[in-house]
């Protein structure tokens, strides 16, 4: 069972492997002739004014809390959503198994609504 | 085969697997450069010609050369670091953002059995493994340490991740329907149904039961690889080219070629996911891999298509769509698919 994984930890070796050798090739082949201005973060030209370390819309931050709660509800509903065609065909449990899970997702839309009504989901 | 391979097996003794396994690695890996170098070219091709331009023409016969004169050139441009960058972070960030783009290809089945690693949890991996592409964007923008860059990463981070959200829960109808998170699994299970004893196996697949599910996959997928016209990200008016702006030469290249790998794997998974892999549409026609291939590539240059037709969007509207229009329709869709199957008009048992 466990060996059905081991081509998978040899592919995403090669693929970090695949990653780090163009940038060491990179760094060999071509030229390196550093200059202060060269250096300088890019502004268009200008002379970088203020930290890039700035504040930044807590919206962002907002998205990242939401999409949490999405996220963990999408995994929870992998296993019920994989296994639903045997509740279906399974007389004894076929309609709980529905409500039940509806119930769970109804919950959430819940909060999703509060979510909307709030503004959190609002760039304007 | 196992014929052919028996004296290898003798002289390898137990590295063989581990050395077969390379092998196939890099079966799976030379060719999806090769496409990845081809689509760029075909991108420039495509688009000019929707401009009435001839595109790139000169390197080799018809510019077929130009990709490999580009990595040519990307390959012995300076690698610059700037003084600011915070190093470590700025080295790992593009190699964050190539190696899970190449990792899912592990599970991805080119045609029955043709599968590196048949895992039950296919689903679960692509997901999982696809999501860490976002950590390079938003590692990159925070370790140039410079304005653009960051301000590009949050909204790309911001965008990924909302995307995710539509594009795993319209998973969840697929699964519901298949039974099953193994991806050959999936595919075999869209060649039943009552149009493909007909032999029409093409009105069988997942595309027309969940087309609701189908439509909001393949955009969010346009949205999850930031490409036109979701591309707020790179926007080149607005912020330059955004968490890419500090980066250069091979580093840049890095990113690249991620985003023209996740393209393809966007096209290889809705085409395992919605229009039946490798399964031919008539049941005339043998299956393979040939199908595959023709899904993605129509895929593919619908990706063109949609990026030479539309203006970009504004980052309002981009995040609109995904928590204000596709989050809902999933969630009904998936109320709707779970009704149908508890329902006498289940086309699925």
């Known amino acids: 069972m466990l060996e059905n994984y081991f081509p998978i930890l040899l592919f995403i070796l090669v693929g970090l492997g695949f990653g780090c050798a163009p940038i060491l090739l990179g760094r060999i082949v071509a030229p390196h002739k550093p200059d202060s201005e060269k250096l300088s973060p890019f502004e268009c030209g200008f002379e970088p004014f203020e930290d890039a370390r700035m504040k930044f819309d807590v919206r962002y931050y907002l998205i990242a809390i939401i999409f949490i709660i999405f996220d963990l509800e999408i995994a929870f509903l992998f296993p019920w959503a994989s296994i639903f065609q045997e509740i279906v065909n399974t007389p004894a449990v076929k309609l709980f198994g529905f409500i039940e899970m509806f119930v769970f997702i109804g919950i959430l839309v819940l909060g999703y609504i509060y979510a909307w009504a709030k503004g959190a989901l609002d760039w304007e | ?37 081809y689509l760029t070219f075909w991108e ?11 595109g790139p023409n000169r390197v080799g016969p018809w510019g077929l050369l130009q990709p490999i004169a580009d990595g040519i050139k990307l390959f ?29 290809w592990a599970v991805v089945p080119f045609s029955d059995g043709w599968v590196l690693a048949n895992i039950d949890a296919g689903v679960l991996f692509v997901l999982a493994i696809g999501s860490v592409g976002v950590y390079g964007v938003i590692i990159a923008g925070w370790a140039s340490n410079s304005k653009y860059p960051f301000l590009g990463a949050m909204r790309a981070a911001a965008q990924m991740v909302s ?24 595919v075999n299970g869209q060649a039943e149904g009552r149009f493909a004893d007909m032999g029409l196996s093409v009105f069988s697949w997942n595309w027309l039961p969940l087309l609701p599910m189908f439509v909001v996959y393949l955009i969010s997928g346009v949205a999850e690889t930031n490409r036109a016209p979701f591309d707020v990200v790179e926007g080149e008016s607005e912020i330059v080219a955004g968490h890419m702006v500090e980066y250069s030469g091979m580093a840049f290249a890095l990113f690249f070629l991620a985003e023209y790998a996740n393209m393809i794997l966007v096209a290889a998974m809705t085409s395992l996911f919605f229009l039946g892999g490798w399964l031919s549409p008539v049941g005339f026609i043998p299956d393979g891999f040939h199908w595959f291939a023709l899904k993605m590539s129509a895929i593919l240059f619908f990706f063109l298509w949609i990026r030479a037709t539309f203006p970009r969007y504004r980052y309002d509207q981009v995040m609109r769509l995904g928590w204000k229009v596709f989050v809902p329709l999933t969630l009904v869709w998936i109320l709707v698919v779970g009704v149908w199957m508890m329902s006498p008009l289940t086309i699925w048992n």
């Open chain 2, 1 to 37: 085969m196992d014929e052919l391979l028996a004296p290898v097996k003798a002289l390898l003794g137990p590295a063989f697997p581990l050395v077969w396994t390379m092998v196939k690695i890099v079966g799976i890996l030379a060719p999806l450069m090769l496409c990845v170098a």
């Open chain 2, 44 to 54: 420039r091709k495509v688009i000019g010609w929707m401009q009435v331009r001839i």
């Open chain 2, 76 to 104: 012995l441009k300076e690698i610059v670091f700037p003084t600011k960058a915070d190093k470590p972070l700025f080295v790992i960030a593009p190699i964050m953002a190539l190696a899970p783009a190449l990792a899912v």
């Open chain 2, 163 to 186: 995307y995710e959200v539509s594009m795993g829960l319209a998973l969840i109808t697929v699964l519901m329907v298949s039974n099953s998170l193994n991806l050959t699994a999936i």
